[in-house]
């Protein structure tokens, strides 16, 4: 099976640009959930998508948002950026959601403010 | 306040010998824990699971122990190969609700042929 997919992989943005961040899940995946990784944070939640709803959010400010699309495409967006935001999005899908499983990660985007 | 903890930030372990990871949380309700490796510039994947009303799960080389007393968990690798060098993450979270995994900041695995 295609594995989760992100788009772009790499991206430099200028400190208080905006930034949005694809996830293409799993082929019958119904749940994406959005991490941010830094190297002394490990991996942070920032939200859940399920049947194009948040249904669960992380402890971020407002200027990380998100959406789903009917096809459980999802993207998540980055307003305002700031140099701490530098990091490694992950995306992860899963039938369910929640903790009906195991989630699968796609490779990530890696973020560079400046 | 960090529910889950991966206390060694790196390990490094002989090829053939074992390598033991380890993991605590805070949260007694946490009733479901996995692990997941990591190699760089990929995205993690799935290793092993176990729930809260098992105390071992052993799938090939791999073997997660749960404590729930102690409210820790490990990861045995027996034996560990080159191929096992990665970062690895100890999740938890509540099965009966929808509530997403809580990763720890994991532990980066060297194993040395």
């Known amino acids: 099976k295609a594995g989760v997919t992100q788009t772009p992989r790499y991206l430099i943005k200028t400190r208080g640009q905006q930034v949005t961040l694809s996830c293409s899940p799993i082929?019958?995946?119904?749940?994406v959930s959005w991490y941010q990784q830094t190297p002394g944070q490990g991996l942070q939640f920032l939200f859940e998508?399920?049947?194009?709803?948040?249904?669960n959010k992380g402890n971020f400010p407002g200027r990380f948002s998100g959406r789903q699309f009917s096809n459980s495409r999802s993207e998540m967006n980055v307003s305002t950026l700031e140099l701490g935001d530098s990091a490694l999005y992950l995306c992860?899908?899963?039938?369910?959601?929640?903790?009906?499983?195991?989630?699968?990660f796609g490779p990530g985007t890696r973020l560079t403010v400046t | 306040d960090q529910q889950v903890k991966q206390n060694s930030p790196s390990l490094s372990v002989q090829e053939g010998r074992i390598s033991i990871l380890n993991c605590d949380y805070t949260?007694?309700?946490?009733?479901?824990f996995l692990w997941y490796k990591k190699y760089p510039a990929e995205g993690p994947t799935f290793l092993i699971s176990?729930?809260?009303?098992?105390d071992k799960n052993e799938d090939g080389r791999f073997t997660v122990f749960l404590n729930k007393s102690a409210k820790h968990l490990s990861l045995h690798i027996v034996p560990s190969q080159p191929g096992d060098s990665a970062v690895y993450f100890c999740?938890?979270?509540?099965?009966?609700?929808?509530?997403?995994?809580?990763f720890g900041k994991g532990t980066r695995l060297s194993v040395i042929a």
């Open positions: 992860a899908s899963s039938l369910a959601g929640g903790t009906g499983g195991a989630m699968d």
């Open positions: 082929s019958g995946h119904r749940s």
């Open positions: 998508y399920f049947s194009e709803t948040q249904r």
């Open positions: 949260n007694s309700m946490f009733d479901y």
């Open positions: 176990i729930s809260s009303i098992k």
């Open positions: 999740a938890a979270s509540l099965r009966s609700g929808n509530t997403p995994l809580v």
